[in-house]
Every structure is written in structure tokens, then in C-alpha cells.
């Protein structure tokens, strides 16, 4: 599944983004997906996952809450609404999708172990 992320960008701290996750071929609901993102130096890590089963969503990060994905169907788009940004934040952010059944949190342990089809994903600047 080819994706294409959008919407990063620079925010200064307590502010807000909107990221975009759009596929051309297939129809998004159709799959789970998941948000990571990539620091540099660091692994790359989970942000927030949704299930196709059920719709329902999980962050594995300990403050996730400031994250929430969601989908627009009509749009073939999955978002990544972000608030309350922290420099910590900064990162490249990617998304994943895969015919995975199951929880969110499930689907995000599976994308963590297994995906390897990364895009060119979107760069998130948290900076004064």
C-alpha cells in the first residue's frame, strides 16, 4: 500500500497539528493503521493505532492522550490530530497500513514487530 503523509511542519510548544495519511489505490478503511514517528538517534516508535474491526484506537505512548487518530472515509484520509506539542515531539512522523484484524492495541504491537514499508513520512518541529 503506498501512503503519502503531509502536515508536518514548525509549531512552537502548546501548539497543534493536523497530520494527513492519504492513499491513492485503496481505500483506507479497509485497513488498520498506524502513526510512528522517528527521532533522530532514537528508534522508531508508536503513536496511535486504529482497528478496522472496531474502530478503536490506542497510543502506547505514556502521555497519548495528546494524540488522536481518526478517519474521514468520504476523504480516504486517516489523521493524526496532535495537541499540546512538546519539543520531545520532534520526529519524523510515518504512517502504516496493514490488513491486520484485531484491537488497536494489537494492531500497533504487529506494525511495531513486523512493518517495514516505509514511507518518506512528514517532519514534525516542536521549537520556540
Known amino acids: 500500500v503506498q501512503l503519502v503523509e503531509s502536515g508536518g511542519g514548525l509549531v512552537q510548544p502548546g501548539g497543534s497539528l493536523r497530520l494527513s495519511c492519504t492513499a491513492s489505490?485503496?481505500?483506507?478503511?479497509?485497513?488498520?493503521i498506524a502513526w510512528f514517528r522517528q527521532a533522530p538517534g532514537k528508534e522508531r516508535e508508536g503513536v496511535s493505532c486504529?482497528?478496522?474491526?472496531?474502530?478503536?484506537?490506542y497510543s502506547p505512548l505514556p502521555n497519548g492522550g495528546r494524540f488522536t487518530i481518526s478517519r474521514d472515509n468520504a476523504k480516504n484520509t486517516v489523521y493524526l490530530q496532535m495537541n499540546s506539542l512538546k519539543p520531545e515531539d520532534t520526529a519524523v512522523y510515518y504512517c502504516?497500513?496493514?490488513?491486520?484484524?484485531?484491537?488497536?492495541?494489537?494492531?500497533?504491537?504487529?506494525?511495531?514487530?513486523?512493518?517495514?514499508?516505509w514511507g518518506q513520512g512528514t517532519q514534525v518541529t516542536v521549537s520556540p
Open positions: 489505490s485503496v481505500s483506507l478503511d479497509n485497513y488498520a
Open positions: 502504516a497500513a496493514g490488513a491486520l484484524d484485531g484491537t488497536s492495541w494489537y494492531v500497533c504491537e504487529e506494525f511495531r514487530k513486523f512493518y517495514d514499508d
Open positions: 486504529i482497528s478496522r474491526n472496531d474502530g478503536s484506537t
